[in-house]
């Protein structure tokens, strides 16, 4: 960055930012590649030209903001002259290699994809292995819980429709004025209250039999259990 003229400098201690270290023009004349005008570096030049009252840096930092301006415009207008060109990457500093390993590169890039490819349908695989797996262990469990009875005390892993099964689909007859959706949903609350009763009756027959055999432990084995 260009150094401010000794008349209107400010002590870079006065504005908080610590010491400064101007380039020099040797030092810019040396220089490999001339800086790319930006935006961003060209307002950071005039805001320091600004705060340390230098003009010439302030017209400067405005000078490259032009310039960038100009060269965004451009590109947009002609972007086949920019086609193919690498993009901004944090891979910049590595030099490309020439053009005669194109060849190799797009017999790369096919490699890759289909590694990829092959990639999602092992995934998918294995996916579906672990899928198969829990369904598999799931189905052993409950086959194994109803081989050996090993279900809670007064638990009732079964459970029936609820009481208000089948009134959807009857009012939606009664406001359609369908006969035929009204009988089906008059079907369906009958089902649901028949299967309500039959498994009423049932876990009163369970709850019956658990009480007996928990009054014939007791007596055989002394168990007091449920006193505690």
């Known amino acids: 960055m260009a150094a401010p003229s000794h008349s209107q400098s400010v002590h870079p201690d006065m504005l908080g930012v610590g010491p400064i270290e101007w380039d020099s023009a040797t030092e810019r004349a040396h220089r490999r590649y001339p800086r790319k005008a930006s ?6 030049v005039k805001l320091r030209g600004t705060l340390s009252g230098n003009e010439a840096t302030r017209r400067a930092g405005m000078r490259e903001m ?17 086609r193919g060109r690498p993009k901004g990457s944090v891979f910049w500093i590595f030099p490309r290699r020439g053009t005669r390993g194109h060849g190799h590169a797009s017999s790369r890039s096919r490699s890759h994809h289909d590694d990829r490819r092959d990639d999602r349908h092992r995934d998918h695989r294995s996916h579906s292995r672990r899928d198969d797996r829990h369904h598999r262990d799931q189905r052993d469990r409950r ?20 009481h208000h099964h089948g009134h959807g689909t009857y009012l939606a007859g009664v406001l359609t004025r369908s006969h035929r ?24 027959k369970q709850r019956k039999t658990e009480a007996l055999a928990i009054k014939i ?12």
């Open 39 to 44: 935006t961003i570096h060209g307002w950071l």
């Open 66 to 82: 032009r310039d960038a301006a100009a060269i965004r415009k451009f590109r947009k207008q002609h972007p086949e002259q920019f």
């Open 143 to 162: 086959d194994y819980r109803e081989k050996h009875g090993r279900h809670p005390c007064l638990h009732f892993h079964h459970r029936v429709k609820p």
């Open 181 to 204: 959706v009204r009988e089906k949903g008059m079907k369906l609350r009958e089902h649901a209250e028949k299967e309500r009763r039959r498994e009423r009756r049932r876990r009163k």
């Open 217 to 228: 432990d007791g007596a055989l084995n002394k168990n007091r259990w449920w006193h505690r």
